[in-house]
């Protein structure tokens, strides 16, 4: 995993289809507004039917406060435009540790780590690929197979154009790196809350 930091204006790959993506049309900029960015959009028919609004700041955090953020921000917007004819329940949350990796700032963060990944269109006689990010590129990604069978090759090259989906797989290593990442996250905004609340000149006194 790189620290290299998330860009704003980094679109992402994998996108929805049908009232998903009239939902995501609708919220991604209110959420960019908040300065955050917005990862997936779900609507399912869990709990009744729930719509699941994911998002991060472009650090790769997202607090409760955030959520609630994004919850009061987004809610008057979807009771505007109605894009879901049914009644359903408003879901915020982070991407978590085993999360989506929806932009190329994704691979890159989290290159060398174990994820799955499923294609469009076959790639080496295949279309669903697990193992290691390697050598992320401008235009795609490898993936280094952890469990080839026999005779398969074990490097598979994935071009962006051809990512249908992709998400981390949950192990200690991806913990340790997420909660140091996490860790070091929140001790930069402590840094850079604590600068602006500093006078900007202590020493004035009558």
């Not at 290159?111 to 006689?125: K, P």
Request: aromatic fraction near 4%; hydrophobic fraction near 40%; include cysteine.
């Amino acid at each position: 995993m790189t620290d290299e930091p998330a860009m704003p204006n980094d679109q992402r790959l994998v996108t929805e289809t049908g009232v998903d993506a009239r939902i995501a049309e609708i919220v991604e900029p209110v959420i960019e507004a908040l300065d955050m960015r917005l990862v997936r959009v779900r609507m399912s028919g869990q709990n009744g039917n729930t719509l699941q609004i994911m998002a991060e700041r472009n650090d790769g955090t997202m607090s409760v406060e955030d959520c609630e953020a994004v919850s009061r921000a987004v809610s008057p917007v979807l009771d505007v435009e109605d894009p879901v004819e049914k009644a359903y329940h408003l879901e915020i949350s982070s991407p978590g540790i085993d999360r989506p990796l929806v932009r190329k700032s994704d691979f890159v963060r989290w290159e060398g780590h174990l994820a799955r990944c499923d294609a469009s269109v076959l790639i080496n006689g295949r279309k669903r690929f697990r193992g290691y990010i390697r050598n992320v590129t401008e235009t795609g990604f490898s993936i280094e197979r952890d469990q080839p069978a026999y005779g398969e090759d074990n490097i598979a090259v994935i071009p962006f154009s051809a990512l249908a989906e992709a998400k981390l797989v949950l192990t200690d290593d991806l913990i340790r790196e997420s909660l140091r990442a996490d860790k070091a996250a929140k001790a930069a905004a402590a840094a850079n809350g604590a600068d602006t609340d500093e006078p900007d000149d202590a020493g004035d006194s009558a």
